[in-house]
């Protein structure tokens, strides 16, 4: 057992139309521990989320999110517009 590494993923399923698919998302990343603060932690896990879906041919929405990072409505939205205001494309499904 490796306690020095952390890593850690996903299978979660989406309907995406009229098809079902699984996507394999990578929840926690050894990387991460060089990042200062929850905030920054959680808007660099949003992104990496979002860009795998989209590798894997499917947009995450808002509520994905909330289910998979623990996050409120709001505090996603926020991470967001941060992103945004900072130049990133930011691929979310009924997110403008």
Request: aromatic share 4%; glycine share 8%.
């Amino acid at each position: 057992m490796n306690h020095g590494v952390m890593n850690g993923s996903l299978i979660y399923k989406i309907e995406d139309g009229q098809r079902l698919m699984s996507l394999n998302l990578t929840i926690c990343d050894e990387n991460e521990l060089k990042h200062k603060g929850l905030s920054e932690i959680r808007r660099n896990r949003l992104i990496r989320l979002l860009l795998e879906a989209k590798e894997q041919g499917c947009l995450l929405s808002y509520k994905d999110l909330k289910l998979i990072l623990l996050s409120s409505l709001a505090t996603l939205k926020r991470d967001v517009n941060y992103l945004r205001g900072q130049g990133m494309e930011i691929p979310i499904k009924n997110g403008k």
